[in-house]
């Protein structure tokens, strides 16, 4: 998973740039948001602009964590909040695509991407749940900068049934290695 490997991958080179930031973090993540989910709106119309907006959205998912950390600014409701606003862009990213195969009459299209929507917030959901429980729960071949990249890609490539299809199949299988993964520790727990 990129987060698991890179996710301060980028602190160092741009520490000095996010040292000028004056704003908090948590109106970077708004900001962030509010451009992902606005490709919901776009995708039906214009799939390339809408895989720009995508990419565009992750930068400020990815400068938001920057500027916490790099100005001792990280909180437990600004993590709260990036995961929250994460998930509305994920679903408004997931209704654009599903509006740009129902505008293509492409019913299997709309399943597909209704069935990857459910997979990422499942992702998501297992681990949090997993954590709630005490457990960590990192595993998994696909997390959300994963996802974005496979999104953006299957918008501005015009490949994306073909890349929601592949992004659907690694998501339910990120579901079960979580499930199977947080079964193994509890069972590990209670011994």
């Not at 920057?66 to 437990?76: D, E, L, S, Y």
Request: net charge positive; glycine share 8%.
């Amino acid at each position: 998973m990129l987060s698991e490997k890179f996710s301060h991958f980028l602190d160092k080179p741009l520490a000095p740039l996010a040292k000028t930031f004056p704003v908090n973090p948590n109106i970077i993540t708004f900001i962030g948001m509010i451009i992902t989910s606005s490709s919901g709106f776009v995708i039906p119309f214009n799939l390339f602009l809408g895989g720009i907006l995508i990419l565009t959205g992750g930068v400020f998912d990815l400068i938001d964590g920057i500027v916490a950390r790099v100005n001792g600014r990280t909180t437990k409701f600004g993590a709260l909040l990036d995961s929250t606003l994460d998930r509305i862009a994920d679903g408004f990213i997931f209704l654009g695509i599903a509006w740009h195969f129902f505008n293509v009459n492409d019913n299997i299209g709309v399943v597909i991407t209704i069935l990857c929507m459910i997979a990422s917030f499942l992702i998501s959901y297992v681990r949090a749940r997993s954590e709630g429980l005490g457990i960590s729960c990192n595993v998994g071949i696909i997390e959300r900068p994963e996802r974005i990249i496979f999104l953006a890609f299957g918008c501005l490539s015009s490949f994306l049934f073909l890349t929601l299809l592949i992004l659907t199949i690694l998501s339910w299988i990120t579901v079960i290695q979580r499930i199977f993964h947080a079964h193994k520790k509890l069972i590990s727990l209670h011994q």
